[in-house]
């Protein structure tokens, strides 16, 4: 299985909405990350998680709340997000293993409309 | 702090055109080296990964290279085609659990 999962491929929410995407792999990767990408803009870096623990929070505002329950899934909770939230977020995995490669694999993303 | 530079912002070639594609990065202590391709409101494919020992990779049509001292890659795509129109981008790992720096991308049409 080489392959990086994301549910929901599609998620519209209101303000007041508490949401929640998911992200699974199973390729043994001890590091995971979130990204947002908006139109036409290359994918920003949100958080970093190594071996479950949150490494790096690029300043991201606390309306998001990552979650890394295991070593195959991490979560994106949402709440009281504005629209200009609205973009695509990816989900992305590699293994630290040193040596190993090195690539980070991508799941297909979550399409977030905020009304 | 790494920054990657893509050049041409966006690219219309002809059917059949061979093209190239460029990458330009500051700081050469990288690990490695992706470039993704992204169709419209879909997510990245990865394309080629190239490791800071190699020089090049290939995949069918298309062939990257990687010159580390200099801070460059370059993707290059033989016998373009409409199928091949979407956004390219450069991305740079700096190994272990660092995240990649992306390019801002190539937009390129491939007109039948």
């Known amino acids: 299985d080489t392959e990086v999962t994301q549910t929901p491929k599609h998620l519209v929410m209101g303000m007041t909405n508490k949401k929640s995407l998911k992200c699974e792999q199973h390729?043994?990767?001890?590091?995971m990350y979130w990204y947002k990408q908006k139109a036409k803009k290359p994918p920003e870096l949100m958080f970093v998680?190594?071996?479950?623990?949150?490494?790096i929070n690029e300043s991201v505002p606390s309306r998001f709340s990552p979650e890394c329950p295991n070593s195959s899934l991490l979560n994106l909770h949402l709440h009281a997000l504005q629209p200009e939230d609205s973009a695509l977020y990816l989900c992305?995995?590699?293994?630290?293993?040193?040596?190993?490669?090195?690539?980070?694999?991508f799941g297909p993303g979550t399409r977030l409309t905020v009304l | 702090k790494q920054e990657v530079t893509q050049i041409p912002a966006a690219l219309s070639v002809p059917e059949g055109e061979n093209l190239v594609l460029n990458c330009s990065f500051t700081d050469s202590a990288i690990y490695n080296l992706q470039w993704f391709r992204q169709d419209p409101g879909k997510g990245l494919t990865s394309l080629l990964l190239i490791q800071s020992s190699q020089r090049e990779q290939t995949s069918g049509r298309l062939n990257a290279s990687l010159d580390k001292s200099s801070g460059r890659s370059t993707l290059y795509i033989a016998a373009s085609q409409p199928g091949d129109s979407a956004t390219y981008l450069c991305?740079?790992?700096?190994?272990?659990?660092?995240?990649?720096?992306f390019g801002k991308g190539t937009r390129l049409s491939v007109i039948a």
């Open positions: 991305a740079v790992g700096g190994g272990g659990n660092t995240p990649l720096v």
């Open positions: 992305a995995s590699t293994l630290t293993v040193p040596g190993s490669s090195g690539e980070q694999f």
């Open positions: 998680y190594s071996y479950e623990k949150l490494s």
């Open positions: 390729m043994g990767h001890r590091a």
